[in-house]
Every structure is written in C-alpha cells, then in structure tokens.
C-alpha cells in the first residue's frame, strides 16, 4: 500500500522533499531557524528568566512561550540576524507580565483568602468581636438598628 506523500505528517525538523511549495520550505527554514537558536540559546535565556521571576519552572515556562512567538513571527522580523534580541526582549517582557500578575494577585489575596485560620491571635479577635457583641446588645433598639444599617450600606 503506498501512502501520498500529502498524508504524511511531519514534525518541525522533519526534511520535505524537492518539489514541494515555496511557502513551506519557508515554514521549513523558520522552524529549523528557530529549533538551531533555541538549542544554542535555551539555557542561557532560561537562566535570564530564573534571575528575573526567581522561579525555574516559571522561567521555563516564560522561555518556552517566547520562542513560540518567535517562532510565530518568523516572517515577519526585519532583521533576521537580531532574532537571538527579540527572544531576549520577548524574555524580559513575559518575565515583566508575570511579576505584575503577581503584584496584583498579592493585592488582592486577603479578599480571595478568606478569614485566617484559628490561632493566638483568632482567640484575641474572638475576644473583641464577643465584647463588641455585648456592647451592640447594651445599646438601645433604635441606636442597634441605626449602626446595623449604616455597616450593611456601608
């Protein structure tokens, strides 16, 4: 049984054969252009990323991500000789994006935390709260009524 050569899938480093179209020996070109740099270059751009996030299995996240795009935009870079620059700009930029995640997900912690667990400083806090209670309860009707209102409409 013979197969066409059309059924035939082939791997990023896969050879294609002669006759085959110009815009996929071109593909053909960037995906080895792009696996040459990455072999030369991957260590050191994952130790750029490690020193930026503080983090290796980030980093590499961040190091595989850029050579995807580089390997996305190959036909579009000006200049085919500063490409090892643009995967470092790309580094940098996704080492950037993932330290302001985590600025923002540390502002935002206490609300997606929820209350702390019980501790010493639990027992003090239940301490207060059960004397605020007594102190609410001592009030008269209407002033109890009035503060309920004014903490629930903030």
Known sequence: METDS????????TPLDRGTHPATSRAADSARSVTELFTE???GLV???VLMVGDLATAEDVVQDAFEQLHRRWR??????SVLD??????????RSVL???LVARRHEGRIAGPAPYGTDAAVALEQRTEL??????????QREV???RYYLE
């Open 147 to 149: 503060l309920a209102l």
């Open 6 to 13: 059309a059924d035939v899938i082939r791997g990023p480093g």
């Open 133 to 142: 209670i007594d102190a609410f309860r001592s009030l008269p009707r209407r």
């Open 76 to 81: 579009t870079l000006r200049q085919q000789s």
């Open 41 to 43: 270059h991957h260590l």
């Open 86 to 95: 643009y995967a470092r700009s790309a580094v940098l930029n996704g080492c």
């Open 47 to 49: 130790r750029l990323a």
């Open 100 to 102: 302001r995640r985590r």
